[in-house]
């Protein structure tokens, strides 16, 4: 009789340990109680989905041989986490809640995290490091960075390993190859991937040449022969010789759902001297329909969807997103020589369906954010119109080709921030609130924010009326579809609300509810629509010095040290006598939260902005 297989209970895990007693028939089943429970917790909370599924079975066998009380793993993003969380014994219930579990590694939550991150393509450079500082020590234990076939694409992924190379600290990398990011994957090094995946003959001819290590030590011998023309073999069947050059033990690609043989591997990584590369191949969205046929990266991070359907409960309200998208692809349409870049994120910025209409105008860099503001520069020098779209939490890596290769040499870009302000869930590492600062400080640069949406097509408008690098941010929110119309001039203000006494300066989505709660409550207050950053109306700002007592520099998009701070530098040079009130978020790293949560704490409403 088949004995029945036990199920474990799956909100009481303490530790990994229990692991290694199972049978591999009940790591299987224990394997899909893990995809149920994760797509019936972020059915109604949210989160990464795709990238969590795709990696249970891997998270299962690595928890199985590693000890990750002492081993270090990190997590390339550590969105992909959910699954190694729950086996380090913690509840998802309150996954990316207030003061819940985070969507990503936190080394705050539990001993088992090692690393923080929530951009891509730190996990090498990381963990190289964890290994030469155990080494520098005389410390034994493994580290291991696991990472995913777009994120080691990057830059800085290719640095960490080309210094790597030259060193002699062993660690692991799994490099999880899912043919994904968070839409498909792109580029020349995700291809070599492909080959190198694809190859059955590369693989069968490798398999039958260490066969002969088994029969004799004349075997044995031409083993070791045939081994050191592998790379030739592998330039020659796969056309990529990558990742045999750089000096690591090459294994794989195995199946990343096969939990026994991926222990293998792993075990045998362990007991080398040299550090090993596994790569692994997995299925993003495994045992969830909807998300293993996405190739869009609808799936990749989402809101609360009803998993029996797989309709999102999120507002059918049209996003500043999609509204955006509508206004290039009206641009497009009419001009052959604009073009649009996207960081892997075309899903998200919303303009996916845009790479059918403009074959060759609509360029996915991929994980590549330094690259996509050069090739912006090169583009724009070539009479190219460039716009690119990117999260605002990922404008921060492409900093110094923003400042050198488009601003410095005044270059017209139109630059679309995503995702400014505060975000919510994803907590500290997706925040958008700190690029009014950084950009502010850049020459040659503009830098704006429409309350609606005739401000935001005026605003768009005048990128393309050769102000250089044009940069126009928007919030994760609803848009507001505003007929009213007035006059917009580049640098100039506009003053929603006359008053006495009292002024508010602020900008971006919130003006429309300030003005609704001004005129409600009959209040004497003044209101200023600051939707130039940066050049600020300095104009504007006298006259506000002088007609009034008090003055409240409203910015729930950014921190104190973006718009507030700008204007009362400049309230001060021309010695204004009366009170500033700054508001805007602490000069901190905002926790997770719903957005109405984090506004909360920070005492950021515009109902009590309007009672001050």
């Not at 080394?107 to 090692?114: A, K, L």
């Not at 690029?435 to 502010?440: M, S, T």
């Amino acid at each position: 009789m088949k004995k029945e297989i036990k199920h474990i209970d799956l909100e009481n895990i303490k530790d990994p340990s229990f692991l290694k007693e199972l049978s591999y028939n009940e790591l299987d089943v224990l394997s899909n109680d893990i995809s149920s429970y994760l797509i019936d917790i972020i059915s109604k909370n949210g989160g990464h989905l795709s990238s969590n599924l795709g990696v249970v079975d891997a998270s299962i066998a690595l928890c199985r041989v590693f000890d990750f009380s002492k081993d270090k793993i990190i997590f390339d993003v550590g969105h992909q986490s959910y699954t190694y969380k729950l086996l380090t014994g913690r509840d998802l219930k309150t996954i990316r809640k207030k003061d819940g579990i985070s969507g990503f590694q936190k080394m705050n939550e539990s001993i088992y995290d090692h690393y923080e991150a929530g951009h891509s393509s730190t996990s090498i450079s990381a963990a190289l490091a964890m290994a030469t500082a155990r080494d520098y020590k005389k410390e034994k234990n493994e580290v291991i960075a696991f990472i995913g076939d777009s994120s080691i694409t990057n830059g800085l992924a290719l640095e960490a390993i080309n210094n790597a190379s030259n060193q002699d600290h062993k660690f692991i990398i799994v490099l999880n190859d899912n043919d994904m990011s968070i839409s498909k994957s792109v580029g020349g090094v995700a291809r070599s991937l492909r080959k190198i995946s694809i190859s059955n003959f590369y693989r069968k001819s490798r398999k039958a040449f260490k066969k002969l290590s088994t029969l004799n030590r004349l075997g044995y011998f031409i083993y070791r022969s045939l081994r050191r023309f592998k790379n030739i073999l592998v330039k020659t069947l796969t056309g990529s010789t990558f990742l045999d050059n750089i000096g690591f033990n090459i294994v794989g690609p195995i199946n990343g759902h096969d939990i026994k043989a991926m222990e293998k591997c792993f075990i045998q990584a362990k007991k080398n001297d040299k550090s090993t590369i596994i790569i692994i191949n997995t299925i993003k969205g495994k045992g969830y329909p909807f998300a293993e046929d996405d190739t869009t990266g609808k799936w990749h991070g989402v809101s609360a969807f009803n998993k029996s359907t797989g309709d999102l409960y999120a507002s059918n309200d049209t996003t500043w997103s999609q509204y955006f998208a509508s206004l290039i692809n009206k641009r497009m349409s009419k001009d052959p020589n604009v073009f649009t870049i996207v960081p892997g994120t075309g899903y998200g910025s919303e303009v996916t369906r845009l790479f059918k209409d403009y074959p060759g105008r609509m360029i996915d860099v991929g994980i590549a954010e330094e690259h996509a503001f050069v090739y912006a520069s090169g583009l724009s020098l070539s009479g190219i119109h460039p716009n690119i779209c990117i999260y605002s939490t990922f404008l921060q890596r492409a900093y110094d080709e923003l400042s050198h290769d488009l601003a410095r040499m005044n270059l017209d870009s139109t630059i679309l921030i995503d995702r400014a302000g505060l975000v919510g869930n994803d907590g500290e590492t997706h925040q958008g609130l700190y690029d009014e600062a950084f950009l502010y400080s850049i020459p040659n640069v503009t830098l704006a924010m429409a309350s609606s949406t005739y401000e935001a097509s005026k605003l768009y408008d005048l990128s393309y009326e050769h102000h250089g690098v044009f940069a126009i941010r928007f919030p994760k929110e609803v848009v507001h579809m505003n007929t009213k119309k007035y006059d917009i001039s580049y640098g100039k203000w506009h003053v929603v609300k006359e008053g006495n006494d009292t002024c508010i300066i602020s900008l971006g989505p919130v003006i429309n509810e300030l003005r609704n709660l001004l005129e409600d409550s009959n209040s004497p207050y003044g209101l200023v629509n600051a939707l130039f950053i940066k050049p600020l109306d300095l104009e504007i700002i006298k006259d506000i010095a002088s007609k009034y007592n008090r003055v409240i520099v409203y910015d729930p998009y950014s921190t104190v040290n973006g718009l507030p701070t700008f204007v009362a530098k400049e309230l001060a040079s021309i010695n204004y006598k009366g009170k500033v009130i700054l508001k805007a978020v602490d000069d901190t790293f905002v926790k997770q939260g719903s957005i109405k949560e984090q506004r909360e704490e920070y005492h950021l409403l515009p109902s009590e902005i309007v009672k001050l």
